[in-house]
């Protein structure tokens, strides 16, 4: 069993080449680059409220970071630094070994340095803090959507909430198609590339933690705008597709939380180089609907027919 101290040494201080100073003293140092405005973002993970206490731990380590790294897309950021507060029942070395190297993949794929956090016992728990930079006047706020912007969103949406679904006994799936679902759940691939495309074409952006209805209404809120969505144009995996008959269908699409993609909105205009931005990326970008200048968010079928909303859940929306 470690100290507290060896217990720092051994997990979470590899180096940090792109800090001055990292893990091991009072503070870490940090050049920013100049000129560049410094983003940051907070998220906390409770075991039993954001993932299962028994949770593999090297997929925690990947998640707990990837979804603040999704806050850094979202923004347009590109990632620098990250710092780890983590709370733990009791040291067990084999876990820690695994969160930390899950913790560490997510990092080295997207270029993030861990340079210091915290370490306490109690119930297990995990903040992570991330730290981005993006160039002044080219962050993706949530307040610049204006009527006229195509909705736009990355990805397919509802696999994680069907995963979440299985888990928990509402649908059965074939080992394979849990596997793929599941991991769209538990390892999510944070949109970091094309936040940093959609820098100087985005008019607002953020990612879809919540599901897409609560997300896009924190948009709309923000920009004080409404918008359609056409429901036939929501992008679903294949695996998703063929649940269409199940009763949680659209509650998961439109509702279910967990997927990371990025929602956005844009000018008209910018079709053509955001479908470019797709196709270099290798990444599904879908029209969903349109920006409107009356407060709202309505979801309309083929035929043009409103869907209610409240019968998936969803009964925010300040207007
Ligand atoms: P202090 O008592 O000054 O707060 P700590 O003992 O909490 O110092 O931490 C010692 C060093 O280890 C600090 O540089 C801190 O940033 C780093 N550290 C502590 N916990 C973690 C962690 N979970 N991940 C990364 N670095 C950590
Ligand atoms: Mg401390």
Redesign the pocket.
């Given at each position: 069993m470690s100290s507290?101290?060896d217990l720092?040494r051994q997990y979470?201080?590899r180096p940090a080449p792109d800090a001055i100073l990292g893990?091991?003293?009072?503070c870490?140092l940090l050049q920013v680059t100049p000129g560049m405005l410094l983003a940051v973002s907070t998220d906390t993970l409770v075991a039993g409220v954001h993932f299962f206490p028994d949770a593999d731990p090297a997929l925690l380590g990947w998640k707990s970071l990837a979804v603040n790294l999704s806050d850094l897309a979202a923004m347009g950021a590109t990632p620098r630094w990250a710092?780890?507060?983590?709370t733990l029942p009791e040291v067990d070395d084999e876990w820690l070994a695994a969160y930390a190297d899950g913790l560490y993949r997510c990092a080295a794929q997207h270029h993030i340095s861990?340079v210091?956090?915290?370490?306490t016992r109690g119930a297990l728990c995990m903040t992570l803090t991330v730290m981005g930079e993006v160039p002044p006047g080219a962050a993706l706020r949530r307040d610049g959507a204006q009527a006229g912007d195509t909705v736009w969103v990355s990805g397919c949406l509802g696999d994680a909430a069907f995963a979440l679904a299985a888990i928990q006994g509402h649908l059965n799936l074939s080992d394979t198609d849990f596997a793929t679902l599941s991991t769209r759940l538990h390892a999510p691939v944070p949109r970091v590339a094309l936040g940093l495309a959609l820098r100087q074409i985005a008019s607002s952006a953020i990612d879809l933690s919540d599901g897409l209805l609560a997300d896009l209404g924190h948009i709309l809120e923000r920009s004080q705008v409404g918008a359609e969505l056409d429901y036939t144009q929501l992008p679903v995996s294949e695996l998703v597709h063929d649940l269409a008959a199940h009763p949680a269908f659209d509650r998961c699409v439109l509702a279910g939380g967990d997927d990371y993609e990025l929602c956005f909105t844009a000018p008209a205009d910018k079709q053509d180089a955001i479908t470019a931005i797709g196709a270099s990326l290798g990444l599904r970008l879908t029209a969903i609907g349109q920006i409107s200048a009356e407060a709202g968010l309505r979801v309309t079928d083929g035929d043009g027919l409103a869907i209610a909303l409240d019968s998936v859940g969803y009964d925010h929306f300040a207007s």
């Open positions: 507290e101290f720092i979470f201080s893990a091991g003293d009072d870490a710092t780890l507060a983590i861990l210091g956090g915290d370490t």
